[in-house]
């Protein structure tokens, strides 16, 4: 069974449909890929799955359970949780507490307890303290944690914006381009690090990338966008020689 199913969802900007009866089907363990030129829709399905659009029509559902047009934090509490193309930590804030503020949104203490320092809510700090530590080491951010987000090397911020992403305990992890703006050691380490985080914390991905050395080298299967259109779905090799996906990208740089 799937875990994330997306049946024939499309988004309307006013007059322009982005996206146009987009279905996708995520098993659990899978890594999948969405590829397509610029402004070909990638990051409206995206934000349609993640609830910062509602479909016009079509549907979404999540283990199940229908969760089209739930908004943002709901859907990330049910266990989907995404990174941004554009990286969006808080650069004056440490590793350790960018990751703690992640943690912060499953906390079950009332702002009273927080505030009086409860011991309730003192036990849930520490036990999340723990676990962003663990996690932390676990995506080797370990020799950070003290240093301001900010000044960390490109490739790190990355590492850092999916290791927040996964102190939600998701299930499915939706990663908008994580390769952008990557050296070619960057992306190759990005590589082997999202097949280790999907078997580690057991995770089914869904991710959009520009490059094509990492989509092609991690993703076991792809669906390709142009104008807002499914025009292609396959493995690796079937895309790479798919004519309409050839002509898509006619005089646009596939390897960016
Ligand atoms: N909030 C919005 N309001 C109006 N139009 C939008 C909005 N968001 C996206 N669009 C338009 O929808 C289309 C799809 O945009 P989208 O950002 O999803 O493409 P993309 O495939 O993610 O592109 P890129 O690879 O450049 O990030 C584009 O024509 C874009 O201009």
Do not use: W
Not at 32 to 50: D, E, Q, W
Not at 212 to 220: A, K, L, S, T
Request: aromatic share 6%; with cysteine.
């Amino acid at each position: 069974m799937s875990l994330l199913e997306v049946k024939n969802i499309t988004i309307k900007f006013g007059g322009l449909t982005a996206v146009s009866d987009f279905s996708l089907s995520l098993k659990k363990g899978e890594i999948v890929g969405l590829i397509g030129p610029n402004g070909a829709g990638k990051t409206t399905a995206f934000n349609a799955i993640t609830g910062i659009y509602k479909p016009a029509s079509g549907s979404v559902s999540f283990n199940g359970t229908d969760i089209t047009g739930l908004l943002p934090d709901k859907i990330t509490k049910l266990g989907i949780a995404r990174t941004f193309q554009n990286i969006r930590l808080f650069s004056n804030l440490s590793v350790l507490e960018n990751v703690l503020v992640a943690h912060h949104l499953r906390l079950k203490s009332s702002f009273a307890a927080a505030m009086l320092r409860l011991p309730g809510y003192l036990r849930q700090e520490n036990a999340m303290r723990k676990e962003a530590l663990e996690l932390l080491e676990s995506v080797n951010l370990t020799r950070f944690i003290n240093e301001k987000a900010g000044s960390l090397p490109y490739g790190q911020q990355r590492r850092l914006e999916i290791a927040r992403a996964l102190a939600t305990h998701p299930q499915v992890l939706l990663l908008d381009e994580p390769a952008a703006g990557m050296n070619p050691r960057e992306s190759h380490e990005l590589m082997e690090f999202i097949g280790e985080i999907r078997d580690k914390f057991d995770l089914s991905i869904f991710m959009i990338e520009h490059h094509m050395q990492v989509v092609m080298g991690v993703c076991e299967r792809i669906l390709v966008l142009d104008h807002g259109v499914t025009i292609a779905e396959g493995n690796p090799a079937e895309i790479q020689g798919n004519q309409k996906v050839i002509e898509a990208y006619l005089g646009v740089e596939m390897d960016a």
